[in-house]
């Protein structure tokens, strides 16, 4: 069965505090996996997509990697504003549908 | 990123009403859209995928009869929640994949829809 664990549930950090995100996946036949970025209240916000193992991307003060098994989003000394709950999704088909984690909420002291 | 629009943002009903939700790519053309139902602190629960000029397909355990999907051209699909009941309440989100990618493109969400069912 196909599915996708995030860890940890929740994380608090000080703001500058580097810290990952980690994603676990089981899929038949990978297709991509994508990371999300939700505010409370609003719809998921893409942020990258990984489509084999080895593949890194950034953005900003984000880094997402990506093996045979997981994906880890690195944050490096994070702000406040990156406070939101963190999606992770693996794609599955031919149709191209996400299988989701239930995310990790990030909490950004400063 | 692309730009998918949601309307409408939230939306407050007597129970055995029903509802309607648009969703629309704004700057591309989608032949594939999905919908998603989020309760809180859950995470996104694929309930039905919609394409252009064909019937959905629902997920398994999402009533087709109660759950209305149209997707009538390349840049809008509807749900309509028919007889709304109280637990029906929750956050709808549509989403919609870039075509230039084919099976991997990247997929970009709408706002989301808030139902609230009294």
């Known amino acids: 069965e196909d599915q996708v664990t995030q860890s940890p549930e929740a994380l608090r950090l000080q703001e500058g505090e580097s810290s990952s995100l980690n994603c676990s996946y089981t899929v038949s036949g990978l297709r991509g996996l994508f990371w999300y970025r939700q505010d409370p209240g609003k719809g998921p916000e893409f942020l990258f997509t990984?489509?084999?193992a080895g593949e890194e991307k950034e953005k900003e003060r984000l880094k997402a990697t990506l093996t045979k098994k997981e994906s880890f989003l690195h944050i490096t000394a994070p702000k406040p504003e990156d406070s939101a709950t963190y999606l992770c999704a693996v794609q599955r088909g031919s149709q191209g549908n996400l299988i989701f984690g239930k995310g990790t909420k990030l909490s950004v002291k400063p | 990123g692309a730009v998918v629009s949601q309307h409408p943002s939230w939306v407050i009903c007597k129970s055995g009403t029903s509802v309607k939700i648009e969703c629309r790519s704004l700057?591309?053309?989608?032949?594939?859209m999905f919908w998603y139902r989020q309760f809180p602190k859950q995470s996104l629960m694929l309930m039905a995928t919609s394409n252009e000029g064909s019937k959905a397909t629902y997920e398994q355990g999402v009533e087709k009869d109660k759950f209305l999907i149209n997707h009538a051209s390349l840049t809008l699909s509807t749900l309509t929640v028919t007889s709304a009941h109280p637990e029906d309440s929750s956050f709808y989100i549509c989403?919609?994949?870039?075509?230039?990618?084919?099976?991997?493109?990247?997929?970009?969400f709408g706002e989301g829809s808030r139902l609230t069912v009294l």
């Open positions: 990984l489509y084999s």
């Open positions: 989403s919609a994949r870039t075509p230039l990618a084919g099976y991997t493109g990247e997929l970009f």
């Open positions: 700057d591309f053309q989608a032949t594939t």
